[in-house]
């Protein structure tokens, strides 16, 4: 497994995730700032799930992403310590 490409992909997917979390939380303070009623109750309810499911998978990556750079780091150390030897 190629643990820096593996990185990259969660990083850059919970990047993009957060991205349209973003965009949606937008549109969900001006619909309820302004009372506009944009979406019907069933729609708001699936949004709502919608928008659990990408914040799980957001805290997902970046507990992953944190896992893999940890085990980078630790790499990376284990052969500073061996070039040093």
């Given at each position: 497994?190629?643990?820096?490409k593996?990185?990259?992909?969660?990083?850059k997917?919970g990047?993009?995730?957060?991205?349209?979390?973003?965009f949606i939380?937008?549109?969900?303070?001006?619909?309820?700032?302004?009372?506009?009623?944009?979406?019907?109750?069933?729609?708001e309810?699936a949004?709502?799930?919608f928008?659990g499911?990408?914040f799980?998978?957001v805290?997902s990556?970046?507990?992953?992403s944190t896992?893999?750079?940890?085990?980078?780091?630790?790499?990376s150390?284990?052969?500073?310590?061996?070039?040093?030897?």
């Amino acid at each position: 497994m190629n643990v820096k490409k593996t990185e990259t992909f969660i990083t850059k997917m919970g990047v993009y995730i957060l991205l349209i979390l973003t965009f949606i939380g937008i549109i969900a303070v001006f619909d309820t700032a302004f009372s506009w009623n944009m979406f019907s109750d069933s729609l708001e309810l699936a949004g709502g799930i919608f928008i659990g499911i990408c914040f799980i998978l957001v805290i997902s990556s970046v507990l992953v992403s944190t896992m893999l750079n940890i085990s980078r780091i630790a790499n990376s150390i284990e052969e500073i310590s061996k070039r040093k030897q």
